[in-house]
């Protein structure tokens, strides 16, 4: 399975963010796969942010999830995340994942939180 992550570079504080996970060689339907985001902060450890599963449903980290969503396009292969009302300290590289019999990882992308 192949990732790769999509994303705005630069974002206003209070804006949102929808970086986005295009998934290759792999369903983003197959079962008992598990869709995930993770994100690094610079100089800090990563953060789970939450995942999306082979039937739909999600689970968010409590500390991310009243401004936070994930979906997927099963037509188009891709998953997304929406984060609302940006800060400065959401600036971090964002990561997707899957689960499968193995931990797969995007090669991120890099959001700055700055006006």
């Known amino acids: 399975v192949r990732l790769q992550e999509s994303g705005p570079g630069l974002v206003k504080p209070a804006q949102t963010l929808f970086p986005s996970c295009a998934v290759s060689?792999?369903?983003?339907?197959?079962?008992?796969?598990?869709w995930g985001w993770v994100r690094q902060p610079p100089g800090k450890g990563p953060e789970w942010i939450g995942y999306?599963?082979?039937?739909?449903?999600?689970e968010y980290s409590p500390s991310l999830e009243s401004r936070t969503s994930i979906s997927r396009d099963n037509t188009k292969n891709t998953m997304y995340l929406q984060m609302d009302n940006l800060k400065p300290e959401d600036s971090a590289v964002y990561y997707c994942?899957?689960?499968?019999?193995?931990?797969?990882w995007g090669q991120g992308t890099q959001v700055t939180v700055s006006s």
């Open positions: 994942y899957v689960d499968s019999d193995h931990r797969y």
């Open positions: 060689n792999g369903s983003i339907t197959t079962n008992y796969y598990y």
């Open positions: 999306i599963d082979y039937s739909g449903n999600t």
